[in-house]
């Protein structure tokens, strides 16, 4: 059986030095961590949770609460949840996925059994239930996803504003001056969705500034109506030159619609999304986006989780919030608008 003397003796460190850099509780420079990850995986080791657990009083788990909730595109949200597992293995710890509708219920319950040693919660509503039980557990938790009440907690997400801003300023400079944005469904903002009003007021905003038009609608999250919807709101505003897309289901039926309508991006229409490359590659999405960083989120929350796990003084570090600026990836999906009005309204159907 392969112990961590073995590994230690394997990357050439000492026992306590191979422990803490699979622990996190110390830090370890990089090529260290690298040298012992390496001979983990060589030597095939495998911590006994028990006795760690003994040990330490670790477990060397993560929480992770996540929901597939109605509403929310399932393979963007899966790329979040990725990011989040993939950073904790990196530094040594499983993470334990909750997805149990009562989320309030669910953290407590994990909390008070003391089953992990951090938390990190997604689908973070602006209104979260959980938050109160969170900052009463004993152990420290991260988000990803800005609430309304940051305090006690460390907060990572994307500048949603900034990221509004961004589409509509790249849409202007090119003379666009009648767009459409179609936002996540409905149900997602009266959840308490808090992402989606940030980056469209303030894409409202932005383009009032500029004098510009913007169509701002909710869009769907499952076909058939997405298709319907997309349809509906290009033949509602055939004027509309730019398409702003902040809903990942929305993005990925876009080809195929534009494709029956007999239009083609930029020539007729010029197209921005919300969402990760990753998605892009994986939908075949030809279009420009802003990068929405799920995989950068989480391991940044996960970094941030696991200092708080290994800092006793816990409490006396403040914590901390921070937005990522957008990143825009120019897939040559804009130009400069053609003209006022395009052909193309829509007469079949689209399943």
Do not use: K
Not at 62 to 81: D, H, R
Not at 162 to 189: K, T
Request: proline content about 5%.
């Amino acid at each position: 059986m392969v112990t961590i003397g073995d590994v230690a003796r394997a990357a050439g460190v000492s026992r306590s030095t191979a422990s803490y850099a699979l622990s996190g509780r110390r830090a370890i420079s990089l090529e260290v961590r690298q040298r012992v990850q390496e001979a983990v995986r060589a030597l095939g080791y495998t911590p006994n949770a028990g006795a760690r657990a003994l040990a330490t009083s670790q477990t060397m788990v993560i929480g992770l609460l996540a929901q597939l909730l109605e509403g929310e595109f399932a393979p963007a949200m899966l790329q979040y949840m990725l990011g989040v597992s993939d950073a904790g293995r990196e530094l040594g710890y499983d993470t334990l996925l909750i997805t149990e509708a009562d989320g309030a219920h669910a953290l407590r319950r994990i909390t008070d059994s003391r089953m992990v040693d951090g938390l990190v919660l997604l689908n973070v509503a602006h209104q979260d239930v959980r938050l109160p039980v969170l900052r009463a557990a004993p152990q420290p938790g991260a988000l990803v996803g800005l609430p309304g009440d940051c305090s006690g907690v460390d907060v990572f997400d994307l500048d949603f504003e900034e990221a509004g801003r961004a589409m509509v300023d790249h849409l202007h400079r090119l003379g666009h001056r009648e767009i459409i944005l179609i936002s996540q469904p409905e149900l997602v903002v009266q959840r308490g969705g808090a992402w989606v009003w940030r980056l469209r007021n303030a894409a409202l905003e932005q383009a009032q500034r500029h004098g510009m038009v913007l169509h701002a609608v909710f869009g769907e999250s499952r076909q058939p109506a997405v298709g319907r919807s997309l349809n509906a709101v290009l033949d509602t505003y055939p004027g509309a030159t730019g398409l702003l897309i902040d809903n990942e289901a929305a993005a990925a039926a876009l080809p195929m619609v534009l494709h029956l309508r007999g239009l083609q991006v930029p020539r007729d229409m010029s197209v921005i999304g919300r969402y990760s490359d990753e998605f892009a590659q994986i939908f075949s999405l030809p279009y420009s986006s802003i990068d929405s960083a799920p995989d950068r989120l989480g391991r940044l929350a996960v970094r941030q989780l696991v200092r708080r796990i290994a800092t006793e003084s816990e409490s006396e570090e403040p914590y901390v919030l921070r937005l990522i600026a957008p990143d825009f990836v120019d897939r040559e999906s804009t130009a400069p608008p053609r003209g006022q009005h395009r052909s193309g309204q829509y007469t079949g159907r689209h399943e």
